[in-house]
């Protein structure tokens, strides 16, 4: 089978990894990748929003599969395009169409779909240019801190949560009136917050059937201790060991089964991951937000632990047979603690070398933002390296993983050294 990945980023690398390995992938491309993806298979120089250019590569290179990484491609209608595509219109494809899409390009949408289904979930309102005042209105009804949402996609950045009124209203004055988030924040979602810890569960589905793959727990702020802005993902942890069977079986019964029968009742055809963010409120599974696809860093610390063929589970969700199909799970923890370059999330350099990469032999280094340049890896992003390592005590996971990441090098590096310390019994 010829596979064509889309993305750039760590996740992408982790995909092309596991992928790689499978003995139905004959050959695999990745577009646009980066260095770490060009040892796995072979990097395109493709826009993946540039759906023509993608549908004349997959017909000209006789690709059977395309895997959709990220969730702008999927929000602008890929799978659609490609199902369409009098060329294309027989390849595998793994990714919603647009009409799924919307669970995560627009937050409003998936709150309302969350609240037709009995979905639990923050309480919310949404507002825009026109209703601002009436926003204001609402936040004056709320006690702090206050959780405003950018509707459309934001890059993993639209989320704000801000602890006193002032500076609630004057956010959301920049996100209505000043596009503070350009087009994404033309509406915004105000939630009621909620007190917990967060989780992400992750759900293989062919539109029937599921999957349920492994949890994790990642860490969205820059700083120790979940302090200061956040960022797309400083870090993960898998298993979570506060989302044990009970819990489990709470999410699939009040959320999996009827998202997945939420999908099927207003005739959304869904091939593809769904990402639940999760708040654990006392116990109780509450849904933060949907994305349509695996998470970053979460990715590189899930698809480690598991075991069975990932092409395998891919064709499966393509062709509606999941339910046929055997996840097989690595019981160890998976540690990713992500490399940033300094500034990040704010603005940063780039071009500088990267030192230190060897690995051991349950250590996983997965490429980002980094890229080849005249024979050497060089910084090229805000998230640099994710670097995973696994072991059957979540202690010596924690240790290892900051260990490499204490030896890989580059100008200006920065990296959480409390990632999966929170959760440690």
Not at 262 to 275: M, N, Q, V
Request: aromatic content about 8%; glycine content about 8%.
């Amino acid at each position: 089978m010829i596979i064509l990945l889309l993305g750039s980023g760590g996740r992408e690398h982790a995909l092309a990894w596991k992928t790689a390995q499978s003995p139905l992938c004959e050959k695999l491309f990745i577009a646009p990748g980066n260095a770490g993806t060009m040892s796995e298979g072979t990097n395109i120089n493709i826009n993946i929003n540039d759906f023509e250019a993608v549908a004349d590569f997959v017909h000209n290179s006789k690709v059977n599969m395309v895997v959709v990484g990220p969730e702008e491609p999927l929000v602008k209608g890929i799978s659609d395009y490609l199902h369409n595509h009098p060329l294309c219109k027989d390849i595998l494809i793994v990714g919603p169409n647009a009409s799924g899409a919307r669970l995560e390009g627009s937050k409003e949408f998936a709150k309302e779909f969350m609240k037709k289904y009995n979905i639990p979930t923050a309480s919310y309102a949404s507002f825009d240019t026109n209703s601002f005042e009436k926003g204001v209105s609402f936040l004056k009804t709320l006690k702090p801190p206050y959780v405003l949402k950018a509707d459309g996609l934001a890059a993993g950045k639209g989320v704000l949560i801000l602890n006193t009124l002032d500076e609630a209203i004057q956010s959301l004055d920049n996100m209505l009136n000043k596009q503070s988030f350009g087009e994404a924040s033309s509406k915004v979602v105000i939630e009621e917050f909620l007190t917990g810890i967060e989780l992400s569960v992750f759900v293989a589905t062919d539109g029937k059937d599921w999957v349920l793959l492994p949890e994790a727990k990642d860490y969205k702020r820059i700083g120790e201790s979940d302090t200061g802005p956040n960022t797309g993902g400083m870090g993960a942890v898998s298993p979570v060991p506060f989302a044990d069977e009970q819990f489990i079986d709470k999410v699939i019964a009040r959320i999996i089964q009827p998202t997945i029968k939420g999908l099927i009742e207003e005739s959304i055809s869904y091939k593809g991951f769904i990402f639940i963010g999760l708040m654990n409120v006392n116990g109780e599974p509450f849904v933060i937000e949907y994305n349509v696809r695996l998470g970053d860093p979460e990715t590189e610390a899930i698809i480690p632990r598991i075991d069975s063929d990932l092409v395998e589970l891919f064709a499966a969700i393509a062709k509606q047979s999941i339910k046929n199909y055997k996840i097989a799970i690595n019981p160890e923890y998976a540690v990713t603690v992500v490399l940033v370059s300094g500034g990040y999330p704010g603005s940063y350099e780039k071009g500088y070398p990267i030192s230190g990469i060897d690995l051991t032999k349950r250590t996983k280094i997965f490429f980002a933002g980094a890229d080849s340049k005249d024979g050497k890896i060089v910084t090229s992003g805000g998230r640099v390296l994710a670097i995973t390592a696994l072991d059957s005590s979540l202690s010596e996971a924690c240790k290892k993983s900051l260990h490499l990441s204490e030896k890989v090098e580059f100008k200006e590096k920065y990296f959480r050294k409390d990632i999966g310390l929170d959760v440690q019994k």
